[in-house]
């Protein structure tokens, strides 16, 4: 499909290489969201996810890029001080580590996300998943990091692909969010999200499975996690069923930034132990509880991640 604009270039990668896969890949944006207050918190969900992940005590790769700039130094210090693998994230030196501005609206978090950023035109250095592989749709925003993205799909064809569309307009082009929707072994959307894919009204939560099982049809989706905020979650599909209804209350609300990556997180841990549906709805249901109580999405208290 052809760009909606002229994309940027990348400017720096060599040739790609072919390297040994990794178990868990996540692809896409890491940046710092900036709050109101003046707080800049590290983040972006395939980031968050990675880190989760990292708790729970698996050794995700994250393959992103970041600036040549003091904000891309500090991705990489905190990446290795919590012990995640740092080869897949790139130096880019003519684009900025990733930022966004975020506004809290009644505790619910509205994104102005800068661009173009480093993460933008993450190049191809031969990275492939073994098990799983998680992208979003907002980093294929641009065509560089789309191709690549293509490029890690083709190598990783015996990975499941657990898509997590973390819709972010303007950066949600229906035609890409089809294409990238269609087989995907799971995919991740919202209440909010799920009306927005299946172009109706909004759909109630109570009611939601019978959408869910006609995206599935038309689409080739083998499962499918719904969040619904304070109402809970499900997972529907191949993969089994569960229901956490409603979610588990939260003692001391903050922000609920990266509440729905936490989820992913649990749900891929899960996944890679053969955990039950609804064991994992209910496991990720407290865990994004202890999340919303959180500044940000990612604790560095590693007693965090082991009692989730």
């Known amino acids: 499909m052809p760009p909606t604009k002229k994309p940027i270039q990348d400017d720096s990668r060599a040739p790609g290489k072919t390297v040994p896969p990794a178990p868990v890949l996540l692809f896409g944006e890491v940046l710092f969201d900036g709050f109101p ?18 708790g729970f005590g698996r050794a995700p790769l994250l393959v992103s ?14 990446m290795t001080a919590w012990g995640l693998r740092t080869d897949g994230v790139q130096t880019n030196a003519r684009h900025a580590t990733g930022e966004v501005q975020i506004e809290l609206k009644g505790g619910e978090p509205r994104y102005d996300i800068c661009m173009p950023r480093a993460w933008d035109v993450i190049g ?6 073994a098990e799983i592989l998680y992208h979003g749709l907002l980093a294929l925003r641009n065509e560089v990091s789309r191709q690549t993205l293509e490029a890690i799909r083709g190598r990783s064809s015996g990975a499941v692909r657990f898509f997590d569309i973390n819709l972010r307009p303007p950066y949600d082009s229906r035609e890409r969010l089809l294409a990238w929707m269609q087989g995907a072994d799971w995919l991740k959307l919202n209440l909010d999200e799920l009306a927005v894919v299946r172009g109706e009204a909004a759909i109630p939560f109570a009611h939601c499975e019978a959408p869910l099982e006609r995206l599935r049809s038309e689409h080739d989706i083998g499962t499918v996690l719904l969040t619904a905020g304070a109402e809970g979650l499900l997972i529907h599909g191949d993969y089994g069923h569960g ?16 509440a729905g990556d936490s989820i ?3 749900a891929i841990d899960g996944i890679l132990r053969g955990v039950p549906a609804q064991t994992i709805v209910e496991t990720a249901g407290r865990f994004a509880s202890k999340i919303c109580g959180l500044n940000g999405a990612v604790s560095e208290d590693k007693e965090f991640y082991r009692h989730g």
């Open 65 to 78: 890029a970041v600036g040549e700039d003091a904000d891309g130094r500090t991705v990489r210090d905190r």
């Open 243 to 258: 229901r956490c209804s409603p979610a588990p209350p939260v003692l001391h609300l903050v922000d609920t930034v990266g």
């Open 124 to 129: 191809d250095d031969g990275f492939a998943a």
């Open 37 to 54: 207050d003046g707080r800049r918190v590290l983040g972006g969900a395939p980031f968050n996810v990675a880190w989760g992940l990292q």
């Open 264 to 266: 992913s997180a649990v």
